[in-house]
């Protein structure tokens, strides 16, 4: 993602309005793909090109620049449900001279017979992805020559599922991690650490939120632990926050570091607005005999936190009913007086994945399976709740 490489196959650009799609395009009879890009109005140069292959990256024989006369392609631009004001208000940016470029191509791809219509008649505003908005473009987990290294090279291809949480942002924050590994627990002779298991069911319901199509920030992150299948995850000290900066060893400045992160980010991003939420995920230490399951916490002043937090626990609840019949489930939802709670500003809910000291919550986190099916679960409730 330059540090960022521009939407590609998963873009999921930013809007107050609907979901965002590319638009889709049939070649016509010797058209190859430079010659499609130009009846678009769109550059022919190497960059476009090589975003056309990307967001195409399903379809057969394109690297031999062939195209099949009935398919339709998809083209390195999205469309915009416009809010009837300006261009700017749509898209969330104040850049005049760079709104004017994005009105032009507009006209242009109206007279060129392309559109049908101008956006202000059918509020639909075509945006190429190389004139998108700087900050549109800083998509999270970074992603480098078609891939997402921070799910390390095993896990860092994303297929595009669907478009279904396009438009949303969210903020996924794993608990502790740098030099303060979290609560600890002990299984056999090894010692299990909060901050891994966290950050690792983490990058799982980064990785699935992304299949979606949701702008993902992952706000504690690891260099060189990508998603991993070990049962005991090593632990290591050298998770930093996005944007490189250090993670403290001080409680207080790293609660409040990772505060102001979240919510610079989230007044970016266009506020309260847009779609804009925060996960945190933490794994909790009580007494061995204590099994607490998961526990999910909201904003005092918020319905949506609530609303989320209950939506998570139902679809979490209704997978254990289905998978383990008889089991029992003792998570539940509640508010509580929690520094991050308090000061995040976009819709929070704050997660407690276990006890990682109760050796039957220990196998939610050790067992890889069980990790990604948290994940998943997590990621069916977050998708419930945007339906």
Known sequence: M?????????????????????????????????????????????????LFLEINADQEGLAANRLVLSRRYRMPIQKFSYDGKSIRTTLGFSDYQHAKKIQEYNEQVVRAGQKSARYIADRELWVPLHLLPQRMQAEQPVRKNGSWPIFGPDNSEVALRDQRLSGKFFYLISGHGGPDPGAIGKRGSAFLCEDEYAYDITLRLAKRLLEHGARVYVIVQDPNDGIRDDALLKSDRDEYYYGKKAISADNTIRL??????????????GGERIAQTAIILHVDSRSNAKRIDIFYYYQKTSKKSKDLARKLYQAIKAKYAANQPGRGYSGHVETRNLFMLRHLQPATVYIELGNIRNIRDQDRLVIANNRQAVANWLCEGILDFYR
Do not use: K, M, W
Request: net charge positive; glycine share 8%.
């Open 2 to 50: 330059r540090l960022v490489i521009i939407g590609l196959l998963i873009l999921a650009a930013f809007t107050g309005g609907t979901a965002q799609e590319y638009v889709l395009a049939q070649p016509q009879a010797g058209e190859g793909i430079l010659a499609l890009l130009r009846r678009y109005q769109l550059p022919d140069n190497r960059s476009c090109l090589q």
């Open 256 to 269: 409040r570091d990772r505060a102001t992160l979240v919510n610079s980010l989230y007044r970016q991003n």
